[in-house]
């Protein structure tokens, strides 16, 4: 107990005392007395789940095994003693006399430490200090124990260190959501930030070819991430809002312009965290950002009406429903995509990253051909079915790819007997058969053909332009009929002018003109 102690009774004899002790055999120097202290210092190491360094959050429970040193000095002699904590995270020590005390606490292994004297105390008052978190780099120091106190306010709080990322990716149909297929993008820089986006954490190493990034080590709290894309890139258009969803897939980035893009605070709490991400509870591996390129490539299928492979407007139209296919390869991952040609003849392959492109044309409607490819300026001429190679730079719009397409055109009519030589076809005068017709000074060069047993002949499958037609004067001696006589009845008259070679025609795409005709009468 406390007060007095008195010793059992003592004998004493001349002569007959220990000599043990020092002072012969006539004094007894044995009769010791020791006391121990009467006040303790302990409490609680706690598992600060929130990171607030206030006990009590949800499922803070004791650390055991952490391990608890207190150093102090009685009477000039130094005593440093050892204790772990419980099961439930107690340590107390014991038996300890009035003096000034220090504690160390150990930072158990995956741990950190949380914030110290966020209750605003700092006094490590027994009474008024008790529920927040006492050492600043581990250490309690100037505690001072009065006789017989017991200072049970001297507490540790730990948090299990967090992580936080994920993927930044190539967002190919820049829909905010990472589909089967779509690859890490590399050459992103990703930064960590304080709560209010502007405090620079740490800056993780640049993605590689996976475009993950992971800030391991991380104390529970509010952060934002933030990313700056290779250049030809922009956040995804669809953001997935709340980073803390612990979506796998969704774009967090907010906005979809170009430069750094930035999360909304995401909130980290020890053992919090999901587990659908593969890595515990202690992490969130499920903030991605979603990036789409910024070029595009496109422009215009039409029908070429003369053929010669150069758009010249005034009645050139659109052609549609024809399908246009794009290959290219993001980060060893190859793409193929299609657009079909709209109601205008025009098509276009938006959010499009820096890359090398592979373009071709196809379901061309029936009975069309294509037109000469490269025959002049590359923004109006065709570049022909395919496959046509494009480079495309950071933020490159190449609206230049277009395709020219005609129908094949046709002349020809009638070599007629001109009973009354007026070059004008009259009912009942005859068709005129073997009759040789020769087509000449267009694109195309067919051979001569003989009119039939009616008198009729085609030159057909033609290259659209500018031709002339030149009728042989049948044997039997015939002779050429006036020709143009008929100002509005071109399809009635004889065309066949001197050596019976007709004036020009020019035929457009699919045209097929069967009012050039050739008179022949005989002498009465």
Do not use: C
């Not at 429970?61 to 040193?69: A, D, F, K, R």
């Amino acid at each position: 107990g406390t007060g007095e102690v008195k010793s059992l009774p003592i004998t004493l004899t001349s002569g007959g005392e220990p000599t043990n002790d020092g002072d012969g055999n006539n004094g007894n120097l044995t009769v010791d007395f020791g006391f121990a202290g009467t006040g303790s210092i302990g409490d609680l190491v706690w598992r600060d789940n929130d990171g607030n360094g206030l006990q009590g959050g949800v499922g803070e429970t004791g650390i055991p095994g952490v391990i608890v040193t207190l150093t102090y000095t009685i009477n000039s002699t130094n005593f440093t003693v050892l204790d772990t904590t419980d099961a439930n995270g107690i340590y107390t020590f014991n038996n300890l006399p009035p003096a000034t005390y220090a504690v160390n606490f150990g930072t158990p292994s995956g741990y950190s430490a949380t914030t110290a004297n966020a209750g605003g105390n700092s006094s490590n008052s027994s009474t008024t200090d008790t529920n927040d978190s006492d050492p600043t780099g581990g250490n309690v120091t100037g505690i001072v124990l009065a006789a017989g106190e017991n200072n049970l306010g001297i507490d540790a709080g730990f948090n299990q260190t967090v992580n936080l990322g994920d993927y930044v990716w190539f967002d190919q149909n820049n829909n905010g959501i990472q589909d089967p297929g779509e690859p890490g993008l590399a050459g992103a820089t990703v930064k960590l930030y304080a709560a209010n986006g502007t405090t620079l954490l740490q800056t993780a190493p640049v993605t590689g070819n996976t475009g993950a990034y992971n800030f391991t080590g991380l104390t529970p709290g509010d952060y934002v991430v933030g990313v700056t894309p290779p250049a030809g890139y922009k956040s995804s258009a669809v953001d997935g809002g709340d980073p803390d969803n612990n979506t796998l897939n969704d774009d967090n980035g907010t906005g979809s312009g170009t430069g750094e893009v930035k999360s909304l605070p995401i909130t980290l709490t020890s053992g919090g965290e999901p587990t659908n991400d593969g890595d515990g509870n202690n992490g969130n591996l499920t903030v991605d950002f979603g990036f789409a390129g910024t070029g595009s490539i496109g422009d215009f299928v039409w029908k070429d009406l003369n053929a010669n492979g150069i758009q010249n407007g005034g009645g050139e139209t659109g052609v549609s429903g024809v399908i246009v296919t794009l290959t290219y390869t993001i980060n060893s991952t190859s793409f193929t995509i299609k657009d079909t040609t709209d109601a205008n003849g025009l098509y276009l392959f938006p959010n499009l990253a820096p890359s090398t492109y592979s373009l071709s044309f196809s379901n061309v409607p029936a009975g069309m051909v294509i037109s000469p490819s490269n025959a002049g300026d590359d923004n109006f001429d065709s570049d022909g079915l395919g496959a046509i190679a494009i480079t495309l730079a950071a933020g490159q719009n190449d609206l230049s790819n277009d395709l020219g397409l005609y129908a094949p055109a046709a002349i020809g009519n009638f070599v007629w007997h001109d009973l009354n030589a007026n070059g004008i076809q009259d009912p009942g005068e005859p068709g005129i058969s073997g009759v040789s017709v020769s087509l000449s000074g267009g694109p195309s060069t067919p051979p001569a053909t003989n009119t039939d047993g009616n008198g009729k002949y085609l030159f057909s499958n033609l290259t659209p332009g500018t031709y002339t037609v030149t009728f042989g004067t049948p044997a039997g001696g015939y002779l050429a009929s006036p020709a143009n006589i008929g100002s509005t009845t071109d399809d009635k008259d004889s065309d066949a002018g001197s050596g019976g070679t007709t004036s020009a025609y020019t035929l457009v795409s699919g045209q097929t003109d069967t009012t050039v005709d050739a008179g022949f009468y005989k002498l009465a």
